[in-house]
């Protein structure tokens, strides 16, 4: 069954990992740009970031018939220094018309201070002069719930954003509701060793019906698995879900959300 990783972190992996998802029934994979595992010492070594996400992975990907799409922004850890966020979101535009490129992503926060504030609103005005898609990264920290929230009120100061443009990634039991209820799709990330396991996003899959819901492996540099998605979709089986819902979460619901760029054409 095909399936798409909506969230993989991909300049981190092999080209073993490449071939695995392939087999598995990946088409295609998407990468919001992120912190490397390292702080970058310059705006250029963003600009060679960015090349890669949307240039190298691409060819990478299709190596296996995959078709690989990326999303640009400086990562909120990254943006506490406010000198060199400001620079390299003076590099977006010369990429954002790139034929990969689905929008501004993944931005958000990560201790929910002031700069990282500041550098989402920035962001977010981005998307809306560009017209562009967002995908939101939410803190992995205690501080999730307030991180949202301040997020999602951050967003509503922009009446145009609409809230069918934006996901909202990493949500959990106690923010899903916030996001859904509001109007924004909603990520669930899942990792071998903490945050979501695959029961508790099958959990939550089916309290709201799988609605303006995806799932993602993020596989970036730390301790992670490419094939999480797939994973989970044999758990589903397990659990007595149809072909039909499963090829709704895994496939159809990422189309629809990410269709809503005219760039995202699956061959
Ligand atoms: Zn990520």
Known sequence: MKYIEPHGHMVSRTTDDYEKMALAGCVAICEPAFWAGFDRASAQGFYDYFRQITENEPKRAARFGIQHYSWLCINPKEAEDLKLADDVMA????????????????????????????????????AADYDQLILVHTPHLEDKLKGTRLILDALKNHPEIKPERVIIDHVEEHTIDLVLDQGFWAGMTLYPQSKCSPQRAIDM???????????????DWGVSDPLAVPRTMLEMRKRGWSETGIQRVVFENPVAFMGQSPKFLLA
């Open 91 to 126: 590099l977006i535009p010369e990429f954002i018309n790139r034929p990969n490129v689905l929008g501004i992503g993944e931005i958000g926060l990560n201790k929910n201070s002031r700069n990282e504030l500041t550098i989402l609103e920035k962001h977010i005005q981005l």
């Open 205 to 219: 899959l089916e309290q709201r019906r799988a609605e303006r819901l995806w799932m993602n492996s993020a596989c």
